[in-house]
């Protein structure tokens, strides 16, 4: 089981400087790598203050240079907001500046509030059709000369500068939901990266025989990676009402998402306030007790046992997803714990 961060810069309100939020993030990034981390993940959000990211780039590109053995994973680019030639080289940049540390996931996108201001208004659902063209471009971009005439992109005879030190090449990850999106990914040779969001471990099993289903369907490719990735809190053993920390905190990360996902309000200054808690009385989902049991939240052992059951299902990584609200003083306790308790049970 490899590990992995998957992290954002988080504000919540103006009291906290986007400086500090950076410099925040580079300590986490920093204790994932000396605990052993495979990867840190950092996705692409724009002009919304709860999820910082108009490009993971600059990002990982600083991490490259703070860090010796981690991976520098962009998870996700949004493909529709991209051009495949620049996509292929700034990946191809960032594994040359990282010395052959990088990995790209690709997405079609979600937000509508996001494609609203990007892509025109473009219904989010039509994201997909992007993403599809956008996998084999790159992929022939890093190779060498390509011309591409498709529905989307059309340019002529081009290629990707600087190449990608990676050889054959970088590893490529499809964000994947539906029994389509599984199929298209392991097709073209993708790892798989899927979320449960906050659903429980049911999902996970679900998501688990959608990705099996698409390799009994593509028996002649080899097997990639399926990651899964969870809102987690660890808390001591001996904080009884630890949970109580997380499960709150993931609740005011889900109601924020509940309305940044409705576009039906006008943020201010990049701000929007979290669904207010009256309108999730009929969703059992938002009940403290299951978000406790449905996200990470518990103790050490408690977590090393749902992780050992993702591992028997055939999960190959485990990604720590700390967005969630809390103070970075918090997110650090919970990773170190994670860290230095759950990790080892695993090496």
């Known amino acids: 089981m490899k590990f ?4 954002h810069m988080e504000r919540w309100d103006e009291q906290v400087s986007h400086r500090q ?3 925040d993030l580079t300590e986490l990034t920093l204790m994932a790598e000396d605990g052993g981390f495979s990867t840190v993940w950092i996705g692409e959000h724009h002009a919304m203050e709860y999820t910082i990211s108009p490009s993971p780039m600059p990002l990982l590109a600083y991490l490259a240079a703070r860090t010796t053995t981690i991976h520098l ?3 996700t680019i949004i493909a529709p907001f991209w051009h495949p030639l620049r996509v ?3 990946c191809a940049l960032l594994d040359v500046i990282s010395n052959g540390r990088m990995e790209v996931g690709l997405a079609r996108g979600a937000y509508q509030f996001e494609f609203d201001r990007m892509a025109g208004g473009m219904p989010a659902s039509e994201g997909g059709q992007a993403l599809r063209e956008m996998v084999p471009v790159i992929r022939a971009l890093w190779q060498g000369d390509y011309a591409h005439d498709g529905e989307i992109w059309k340019f002529p005879t081009s290629t990707c500068v600087p190449k990608p030190l990676h050889k ?5 990850w499809i964000a994947a939901r539906d029994p389509d999106s599984h199929n298209f990914a392991v097709k073209n040779g993708c790892n798989v990266m899927v979320t449960p969001l906050m659903k429980g471990d049911e999902e996970v099993l679900d998501l688990k025989n959608k990705f099996d289903a698409a390799l009994a369907n593509n028996p002649e490719v080899p097997r990639p990676q399926l990651m899964v990735l969870r809102h987690t809190h660890v808390h001591a053993a001996d904080d009884a009402d630890g949970w109580k920390v997380g499960a709150q905190a993931i609740s005011r990360f889900y109601r924020t998402f509940d309305a940044w996902f409705g576009n039906k309000q006008v943020p201010e200054n990049g701000f929007l306030a ?3 808690e009256e309108k999730f009385k009929e969703r059992p989902e938002f009940e403290l007790d299951n978000i406790r049991k449905n996200t990470m939240i518990g103790t050490p052992a408690e977590i090393i046992a749902r992780i050992r059951y993702y591992q028997q299902l055939g999960v190959d990584e485990f990604s720590f997803w700390c967005d ?3 103070s970075h003083a918090e997110k650090k306790k919970s990773l170190a714990l994670f860290i230095n308790e759950v ?3 695993f090496r």
């Open 4 to 7: 992995s961060l998957f992290v």
């Open 324 to 326: 969630n609200s809390l």
């Open 21 to 23: 939020l950076f410099e």
């Open 343 to 345: 990790v080892p049970a």
């Open 88 to 90: 292929a080289g700034e």
């Open 168 to 172: 054959p090449m970088p590893p490529m």
């Open 274 to 276: 979290p669904s207010p």
């Open 73 to 75: 994973g962009a998870g």
